[in-house]
């Protein structure tokens, strides 16, 4: 559904220093039904949706322009989709943990692993939804307030079931451990905790880069902090220590399920790495070259 709206630059109407905003919430006055986060203001009906902080005269038209209105669908807020998505997992594995009836064999109800190992998982698996849900409260900014509401559903169907698929031959009553014993788990553990801390210095150094209530966008630079010193040969180190940390969780555990879910994961990053480094060459003429998307020198 596209709707031409004319937009004036005369005594009455808008202003030329108007934004896209402002113009948003006048189009929400009369048309309740689309709030702004619905909206998508274009100048052409096939062209990319404009950003809220343009501004009118900064635009390529005249007193008299004709913007296009696309509806969005109905939106979520970014924090309550990731609140959801992070709190499936951790709630799913520990199910599967603790044995729950009508998962396993009624004898297994509420029995505990023998394994070492599958223990250390599970504190693994629900240190990093912890840590992604309170990331979530006290550390990102989001550029864009909200997602459409059907997204949310693709979202955790996708986390859900891997958590679910994962934990159920983890911590089944014949799992068998790694091969390679408590050498191979603790240097998946090693691997594991670097990674968890990596990715999370990097979250803070790109919370760091926007103030609060801005979308202002810089070119992120390491730090003192040495686990940001990847930011040297990668766009995107977050993604980087996100697939060490579930390379470490697939040695750690030796289970297919998670290997695929490790496999799925990058290849999804790559394409989100191979975005964002797209988007800083065309935005900073002055972007490092040596930075490649997620993997140094690689991809």
Avoid at 205 to 219: C, D, F, H, Q, V
Wanted: aromatic share 18%; with cysteine; proline share 8%.
């Amino acid at each position: 559904n596209v709707i031409p709206l004319k937009i004036h630059g005369g005594p009455g109407e808008v202003e030329p220093n108007a934004t896209i905003g402002e113009i948003k919430s006048m189009f929400h006055k009369s048309h309740p039904q689309w709030y702004p986060a619905r909206q998508s203001i274009r100048l052409d009906p096939k062209g990319k949706s404009l950003k809220d902080e343009d501004v009118l005269q900064h635009l390529p038209v005249g007193t008299t322009a004709t913007f296009y209105f696309r509806d969005l669908g109905a939106q979520i807020s970014w924090v309550t989709v990731f609140l959801t998505e992070y709190t499936g997992p951790l709630v799913i594995y520990l199910l599967f943990y603790f044995r729950v009836p009508f998962i396993y064999a009624p004898k297994y109800d509420f029995t505990t692993s023998k394994h070492w190992v599958v223990h250390l998982a599970c504190m693994c698996h629900s240190f990093h939804y912890v840590k992604r849900l309170l990331e979530t409260l006290f550390v990102h900014r989001f550029s864009h307030g909200t997602m459409p509401l059907r997204n949310i559903f693709k979202n955790c169907t996708y986390y859900w079931g891997f958590a679910a698929w994962m934990a159920y031959y983890i911590n089944h009553p014949l799992y068998t451990p790694p091969t390679y014993g408590e050498q191979q788990i603790r240097l998946a553990l090693i691997i594991f905790l670097f990674c968890q801390i990596g990715n999370f210095s990097i979250h803070i150094a790109l919370r760091n880069l926007r103030p609060p209530g801005s979308k202002t966008r810089k070119i992120p630079y390491p730090t003192k902090n040495p686990f940001t010193w990847i930011f040297l040969l990668v766009s995107c180190p977050n993604y980087t220590y996100e697939l060490g940390s579930w390379l470490g969780f697939t040695l750690m555990t030796q289970c297919l399920p998670v290997a695929f879910f490790t496999l799925v994961g990058f290849m999804q990053m790559t394409v989100w790495a191979k975005g964002k480094h797209r988007s800083y060459l065309k935005e900073f003429r002055d972007y490092p070259p040596l930075r490649s998307p997620i993997l140094p020198f690689i991809l």
